[in-house]
């Protein structure tokens, strides 16, 4: 493999692992490198990033490195969270925020196994519309972030406290079994 299909391969990951990142370690054992060679090709990507006229950064927090957008940008970036455009939210992230409301305190992976899919760029949106905040961590490997919601979801929302939500069903599961029964039951009817 050469330096540079190293370089692309840990540029594609740091994107994918989004704010959390990977430390060398990680990367070395996802690529089956050298730690050695790993910090030398990260080294290089860094060197790359601030030296071109890039949006983004590489930056190490907490021991790992992530992409970032540059402090020099952010004017611009403020501006398009706060513009008309960008004000709604999506569908993806309304799914998020129900969850977040109903199961807090919640890390990320616990989001990403009820929706699914990945909800980082829902929970990105959520946090700097501050309608959800770090509220902990999860003591263990990783100390993943725990999110809640915020006093600007309940104004948002035109609630005062949190057990004003609307119950939930109270098991969402069996709904769904009765819901295929019943649909299994019409079909074998039908035939």
Do not use: C
């Not at 060679?37 to 990033?49: G, P, Q, R, W």
């Amino acid at each position: 493999m050469t330096h540079s299909e190293i370089k692309a391969i840990i540029e594609g990951l740091l994107f994918v692992t989004g704010d959390d990142g990977m430390t060398y370690e990680q990367l070395a054992e996802v690529i089956e490198l050298e730690v050695d060679t790993i910090k030398d090709v990260v080294n290089d990507l860094e060197a790359t990033y601030k030296e071109q006229e890039r949006g983004l950064q590489i930056v190490e927090v907490g021991g790992a490195f992530r992409f970032q957008t540059k402090p020099e940008h952010a004017s611009y970036i403020k501006k398009l969270a706060t513009s008309p455009l960008h004000s709604g939210l999506s569908q993806a992230a309304l799914e998020t925020l129900a969850i977040v409301a109903y199961k807090q305190p919640i890390t990320r992976a616990d989001i990403d196994d009820i929706r699914g899919v990945k909800s980082e760029r829902a929970l990105h949106s959520l946090t700097s519309k501050l309608l959800i905040k770090e509220v902990g961590r999860v003591a263990g490997t990783g100390r993943p972030i725990l999110y809640g919601t915020t006093t600007q979801f309940l104004d948002h929302f035109g609630l005062k406290h949190l057990d004003e939500l609307p119950p939930l069903p109270e098991d969402l599961e069996d709904d769904m079994e009765e819901e295929a029964d019943l649909f299994f039951k019409n079909m074998e009817e039908g035939l």
